[in-house]
Structure formats: C-alpha cells, structure tokens
C-alpha cells in the first residue's frame, strides 16, 4: 500500500459516494443543462476580462507577434480540454480537476489542485470584478450618461498607493488619494462597483442554476455580438484607412518586424494571453447539473475552446492593425481604446464597446462564481473540508454555504489587492492545475469505447513524441545555434531584463531554471512514451502547459510557493486527518 499522501479514490467509489448521499436524503443539483447551455457558459467564462482588458498589455508587450502566443495557449487548452473531456466522460461529477487527481496521482495533488481551482475561480474573479468597475465607471461617466463616481470609490487602495509611491501623474489616482476622507490617518479608498458586482452576482448564483443559465446566456448572444461587430468595424477600417503597415512596426533596431520586441517580447505576453483562457475548464464543474453529462461536457468544452480562439486572434489581429501596439501601455479598455479618438475615432463604437465590455465581464463573474462552491462541495464530500459546504439549499437546489463563503473570498481581497497580482497569481495557478490533469490522464488505464461517452483519441506516443522532440531540437540547433550553450552557463544571478528582449528566455534565473527543467522533463516523458506507449494527446498537453510555466517571473513562483504552502498546512491540519479515504483505512 502506498503512503497515505498518495492514497487513491477508485472512480467507482467517486460515482458511489454521490449516489450514497443522494440515497441519504441529500438533495442533488438539478440536471437542466444541454450541450449549447455548456457551450454558452464555457464563452461566458473565457471571453471576459481576458480579451477586454488584459489584452492590452499583451499586445504592448508583444506586438502583432501576439498572436502567435494566442495560437500556442490555443493549442495547449486544447490539448488540456480533450484531457478534461476524457475526465468528465469518466467521471461526470462537480469537482472538475480536483476529482480527477484525486482518482489518478492521490488525495495530496486532489488537494493541491482544489487549491489551485481557488486561485482560478475566485482569485481570478477579483481581476474581472475590478476590471468591470473600470468600464462600468467610464460608461457612467460617458457623455451619454454623465455620472462620476469619485475616484476614491472607484480605485483601490494598493493601486493608489503604489502609483503615488511611484510618482504617477494620473490625475484619477491623484484624486483618490488627495480627495479620499481619511479616519486616524486612514485614506478610506476602496473599489465600491467591484464590490457590488460581486454581492449581485453571489446572490444570483445562490438563487438557482437556471437563473444564471437564462441570464449567462443572454449575455453571451449579446457580447458576441458586439464582439463580431468590432471585428467587421475594425478589419475594414484598416483596410479602408491603409493601416496594414501596423502589422509590421519599426523595432527598436529600425527593423520593421511581426515581433517587433523578438520572441521573448511575446513570451513576456504569456500572463495575460493565458488569463484570456482562463474559465474553460469551468465548463466541468457543472457535472451535476448536465442532462447528458457523459457526452455534453466534452462537446461544450471543445466547441466553447475553438469559438474563443478564433474570436481571439481575430480581435488580436484587428487591435495591432488598428493601432500602432506601442500605444497600448497602461490600456485597460483596449476594444474601447482604438475606436477613441486619436485612433479609429468611431464614438459610438466606444460607447456601445465599453457597454459590451460589461456584460461580458459579468458573465465571467457569474461562471467563476458558480464554479468554485461546487468545488467545494466535491471536497467536502470527501472529508477534506468541513461538512458544511456539501450543504444544498432545499428550495434553490445550490451549495448555498459554499457560495456565500466563494462570496466572501472574492469581496474581501478588493478592499487590500490590485489587478496586476491577481493576474499573474492566478495564471500560474491554473497552467499547474492543467499540468496535473494532463499528466493524470496519462495515469488512467485505457477502456473499452462505448456509444453516448467521449473517448479521448489515442496515438502511440511512444513513437511519435520522440520523433516530435528530435524535431524540435533540431529546428533550435539549426535556427539558434547558441540556444542549448547559453542556457547551461551556469549564470543565475542576473535579475534584469536583457535590453534585447528576444534574449528574455536567459534574462531572468527563473525563465531560465524553468526552462531547464522543462526540457529534462521532455526527456523523460519520452523515456516514459516509449516504454508505457502514452497517449500522444496528453503528452502534447503535459509539455505545452509546461512551456507556457517557463515565461512566468520569479515573483510569481514566490507567491505561488507560498500559496501552496498555507494550503499544505491547512490540509495537514484538517483534510488529512478527516479525509474518507483516512476513516477507511482505521476501520480496516
């Protein structure tokens, strides 16, 4: 037997402890959602604050050349989203990535991935929720409608503090801080829209499954919409207007170039390209509420991933040729942005944008929200969290504690945090929980097709990811010589950014220690193909969430380290002793 850290729940025990406590008076969630409701949730959650805010920054960072970045996070989503769909055709219950680890690497990394999905869903939310206020604030204080909110209910307090620490001109976070009332010395300055988006969206995901499926997917008609309407506005304007050439930039060796900052410019983009992505997987928790969860939760997922990847590179194609991507530094509201004037200077886009942008974020919040208590409730079913957040409400059919409690996590953090750690904390989080979930499936034994399921596709991996990888490193030899003799120079202290930034992959000791650790990795996952014969398909997904790992910063593995470690000491303190698996064990 192997140690308990790693004890493992059977997937037949998975499905018979739901059908126990269904048999023991505990009321279930209500089955009412088909394969184009999972469709819409999973649009719902990806296109949001990804392509309405943290799109701007990407694009500054790396040019037209993002694009590129958006077609390699694509492809390792879709790799990661066959991955989920082989887990939920398997497993079609509410705890997502949490109960697939825990059938296949054990109840620690179930744990760790449950923490990790608290990152996701409701650290994520705190980015979206304060990327709505910035919109919803600038809409209401449109000419349309004319209503300011002082800034100092507008901003938080960490983004004010920083900025006038830094000497910022900005006159909005100049007036939060000079305008804010103060108690003992206290600057009272807090984000009060985020606050409320958060409260509304809570109690409508206590309320009921199909209130927030009617409202999640008339959000979704009425953002793609606009969204396909800024594509066909934009895209003809730059070939009407002849701005092409912004597809092209001068770089800064006078060097007109797709990448005008080099390849590391576009891996520096991988935060927020990823975020864009970020909610797909949300698509999973809801299991329990599918009619067919068997068959619908891999189709939504796969038809939500491609949808959202083409709107993406389209809408990165159309901002770079709008506008010159230099012009993006600091831009929140990058689909506004370049119909402002100076720009497209297309006034009623704007506006009709800014209101676009809205919706859309609402409806991130709305699945993120929905998608945390049923984690929760998965968990504590298994006893690694008290019994309280499996409550269902008897009239709602919702985890109405746990709800209330992803409430909280989400409403408390604004008050003290500010969009640029959420955004990189929450990345980091969810590239490794898509790690865990690919490498688990790599774990599962193979099974028999059987009709009404998805099966994930099956390629010899043994053969064709060492072709793949002899490939690859063939390529980097012959088109960047100096590659493999750079990375092994032993230098790890260097800690500024090289002024080239397509030397960005050896300017940092983090890029660069993870980056090692990648390529031993593929080494021994090839070792490993050619012995166990792993499917091709996870394989693929395993190493390209792997590389995407290599572009994050230091501090963003700092506090992802000391993230897991309070959540290693919270289920030592809990989870361990009052785990199912645990009481197994002592009655045998």
């Given at each position: 037997m192997g140690h308990p850290l790693f004890r493992r729940k059977p997937i037949h025990d998975i499905m018979g402890d739901k059908s126990e406590a269904e048999a023991h008076g505990h009321q279930g969630l209500s089955r009412v959602l088909t394969v184009r409701d999972l469709t819409f949730f999973g649009i719902a959650a990806i296109i949001g604050a990804g392509s309405f805010s943290s799109l701007g920054g990407a694009v500054f960072s790396g040019g037209p050349g993002v694009v590129i970045l958006f077609i390699i996070c694509g492809i390792a989503c879709a790799f990661?989203?066959?991955?989920?769909?082989?887990?939920?055709?398997?497993?079609?219950?509410?705890?997502?990535?949490?109960?697939?680890?825990?059938?296949s690497f054990g109840e620690l990394f179930a744990w760790i991935i449950g923490w990790a999905l608290l990152m996701e869903y409701s650290i994520g939310n705190i980015y979206v929720a304060f990327s709505w206020s910035d919109y919803f604030t600038s809409l209401l204080a449109s000419k349309w409608i004319g209503i300011h909110i002082p800034p100092y209910l507008a901003t938080s307090y960490m983004e004010a503090r920083d900025a006038i620490a830094a000497g910022?001109?900005?006159?909005?976070?100049?007036?939060?801080?000079?305008?804010?009332?103060?108690?003992?010395?206290?600057?009272?300055i807090f984000d009060l829209p985020a606050l409320l988006i958060n409260v509304l969206i809570t109690a409508l995901v206590y309320r009921g499954i199909k209130e927030s499926r009617n409202f999640s997917n008339l959000m979704v008609i009425l953002k793609l919409a606009v969204v396909v309407l800024v594509l066909l506005v934009g895209g003809y304007l730059i070939f009407a207007r002849d701005l092409t050439g912004n597809w092209m930039p001068t770089a800064s060796d006078g060097v007109r170039s797709f990448m005008p900052n080099g390849f590391g410019g576009v891996m520096a983009a991988v935060s927020g390209v990823f975020?864009?992505?970020?909610?797909?997987?949300?698509?999973?928790?809801?299991?329990?509420?599918s009619k067919n969860p068997q068959r619908d939760l891999p189709r939504g997922m796969i038809l939500s991933?491609?949808?959202?990847?083409?709107?993406?590179?389209?809408?990165?194609?159309?901002?770079?040729?709008?506008?010159?991507?230099?012009?993006f530094e600091g831009v929140g509201d990058?689909?506004?942005?370049?119909?402002?004037?100076?720009?497209?200077?297309?006034?009623?886009?704007?506006?009709?944008?800014?209101?676009?942008?809205?919706?859309?974020?609402?409806?991130?919040?709305?699945?993120?929200?929905m998608g945390q208590p049923r984690i929760w409730m998965t968990m504590s079913r298994d006893g690694l969290l008290p019994p309280a957040f499996?409550?269902?409400?008897?009239?709602?059919?919702?985890?109405?504690?746990?709800?209330?409690v992803t409430g909280l996590l989400v409403g408390v953090p604004i008050l003290f945090t500010d969009k640029t750690f959420v955004l990189d904390f929450t990345s980091i989080g969810t590239l490794f929980a898509f790690v865990l979930v690919c490498g688990g499936v790599l774990l599962l034994p193979r099974r028999q097709r059987s009709a009404g399921k998805f099966h994930l596709p099956y390629f010899n991996g043994g053969i064709v990811f060492p072709i793949l990888l002899a490939a690859a490193l063939a390529f980097i030899l012959f088109r960047f010589p100096g590659y493999f003799s750079e990375l092994l120079n032993g230098d790890f202290t260097n800690q500024t950014k090289a002024e080239n930034a397509s030397d960005y992959?050896?300017?940092?000791?983090?890029?660069?220690?993870?980056?090692?650790?990648f390529w031993i990795t593929c080494f021994v996952l090839a070792g490993f193909a050619i012995v166990k014969k792993y499917s091709l398909i996870p394989l693929l997904g395993l190493v390209s969430c792997m590389y995407l790992l290599t572009g994050m910063s230091a501090e963003n593995w700092k506090w992802f380290f000391i993230w897991f470690g309070i959540g290693l000491v919270v289920y030592l303190m809990y989870g361990y002793r009052k785990s199912k698996l645990n009481e197994k064990v002592a009655l045998s």
């Amino acid at each position: 037997m192997g140690h308990p850290l790693f004890r493992r729940k059977p997937i037949h025990d998975i499905m018979g402890d739901k059908s126990e406590a269904e048999a023991h008076g505990h009321q279930g969630l209500s089955r009412v959602l088909t394969v184009r409701d999972l469709t819409f949730f999973g649009i719902a959650a990806i296109i949001g604050a990804g392509s309405f805010s943290s799109l701007g920054g990407a694009v500054f960072s790396g040019g037209p050349g993002v694009v590129i970045l958006f077609i390699i996070c694509g492809i390792a989503c879709a790799f990661t989203a066959f991955c989920y769909a082989e887990f939920a055709s398997r497993i079609p219950v509410a705890g997502s990535a949490y109960t697939y680890a825990y059938a296949s690497f054990g109840e620690l990394f179930a744990w760790i991935i449950g923490w990790a999905l608290l990152m996701e869903y409701s650290i994520g939310n705190i980015y979206v929720a304060f990327s709505w206020s910035d919109y919803f604030t600038s809409l209401l204080a449109s000419k349309w409608i004319g209503i300011h909110i002082p800034p100092y209910l507008a901003t938080s307090y960490m983004e004010a503090r920083d900025a006038i620490a830094a000497g910022s001109t900005n006159p909005e976070v100049l007036g939060a801080w000079n305008d804010a009332p103060q108690i003992g010395g206290l600057r009272i300055i807090f984000d009060l829209p985020a606050l409320l988006i958060n409260v509304l969206i809570t109690a409508l995901v206590y309320r009921g499954i199909k209130e927030s499926r009617n409202f999640s997917n008339l959000m979704v008609i009425l953002k793609l919409a606009v969204v396909v309407l800024v594509l066909l506005v934009g895209g003809y304007l730059i070939f009407a207007r002849d701005l092409t050439g912004n597809w092209m930039p001068t770089a800064s060796d006078g060097v007109r170039s797709f990448m005008p900052n080099g390849f590391g410019g576009v891996m520096a983009a991988v935060s927020g390209v990823f975020f864009a992505y970020i909610g797909f997987d949300a698509v999973s928790v809801l299991a329990e509420e599918s009619k067919n969860p068997q068959r619908d939760l891999p189709r939504g997922m796969i038809l939500s991933l491609v949808i959202c990847t083409v709107v993406y590179i389209l809408l990165a194609l159309v901002l770079t040729g709008a506008v010159v991507y230099g012009k993006f530094e600091g831009v929140g509201d990058p689909l506004a942005f370049i119909f402002e004037p100076g720009n497209l200077d297309i006034p009623w886009m704007q506006f009709l944008v800014a209101i676009c942008a809205v919706v859309a974020m609402t409806s991130v919040m709305l699945v993120f929200q929905m998608g945390q208590p049923r984690i929760w409730m998965t968990m504590s079913r298994d006893g690694l969290l008290p019994p309280a957040f499996q409550k269902i409400h008897p009239k709602h059919k919702t985890p109405s504690f746990s709800t209330i409690v992803t409430g909280l996590l989400v409403g408390v953090p604004i008050l003290f945090t500010d969009k640029t750690f959420v955004l990189d904390f929450t990345s980091i989080g969810t590239l490794f929980a898509f790690v865990l979930v690919c490498g688990g499936v790599l774990l599962l034994p193979r099974r028999q097709r059987s009709a009404g399921k998805f099966h994930l596709p099956y390629f010899n991996g043994g053969i064709v990811f060492p072709i793949l990888l002899a490939a690859a490193l063939a390529f980097i030899l012959f088109r960047f010589p100096g590659y493999f003799s750079e990375l092994l120079n032993g230098d790890f202290t260097n800690q500024t950014k090289a002024e080239n930034a397509s030397d960005y992959l050896f300017a940092a000791p983090a890029v660069k220690i993870a980056t090692i650790i990648f390529w031993i990795t593929c080494f021994v996952l090839a070792g490993f193909a050619i012995v166990k014969k792993y499917s091709l398909i996870p394989l693929l997904g395993l190493v390209s969430c792997m590389y995407l790992l290599t572009g994050m910063s230091a501090e963003n593995w700092k506090w992802f380290f000391i993230w897991f470690g309070i959540g290693l000491v919270v289920y030592l303190m809990y989870g361990y002793r009052k785990s199912k698996l645990n009481e197994k064990v002592a009655l045998s």
